[in-house]
């Protein structure tokens, strides 16, 4: 059974920085095309940041050059650096894993306040 679990979701700072990590089990993390995504409240679902299996990646205008996704397959684990967060970043984030089939995970809460 495929497991994805996000972490690393809090409350910070307009300006500051997070770094979330999705953890995945079950499946063959390395061939899986790795996403991150975000829903605030009243929204619908949005994609933020995309790495393929051979690392390139592409991003949502509204987060580009302040978010970067990497991946580490050895601990099939994503990333998403989060700088200079804005409130309008404040969302649930959502780890996607597609290899065939798509899989979610249950989502960190990102939240940006003073």
């Known amino acids: 059974q495929v497991q994805v679990v996000e972490s690393g979701g809090g409350l910070v700072q307009p300006g500051g920085s997070l770094r979330l990590s999705c953890v995945v089990s079950?499946?063959?993390?390395?061939?899986?095309?790795m996403g991150w995504y975000r829903q605030a409240p009243g929204e619908q679902r949005k994609f933020i940041a995309v790495?393929?299996?051979?690392?390139?990646?592409s991003y949502a205008d509204s987060v580009r050059g302040r978010f970067t996704i990497s991946r580490d397959n050895a601990k099939n684990t994503v990333y998403l650096q989060m700088n200079s967060l804005k409130p309008e970043d404040t969302a649930i984030y959502y780890c996607?894993?597609?290899?065939?089939?798509?899989?979610w995970g249950q989502g960190t809460q990102v939240t940006v306040s003073s």
């Open positions: 079950g499946n063959d993390f390395s061939r899986s095309v």
């Open positions: 996607n894993a597609n290899n065939y089939f798509s899989y």
């Open positions: 790495i393929t299996t051979g690392g390139s990646c």
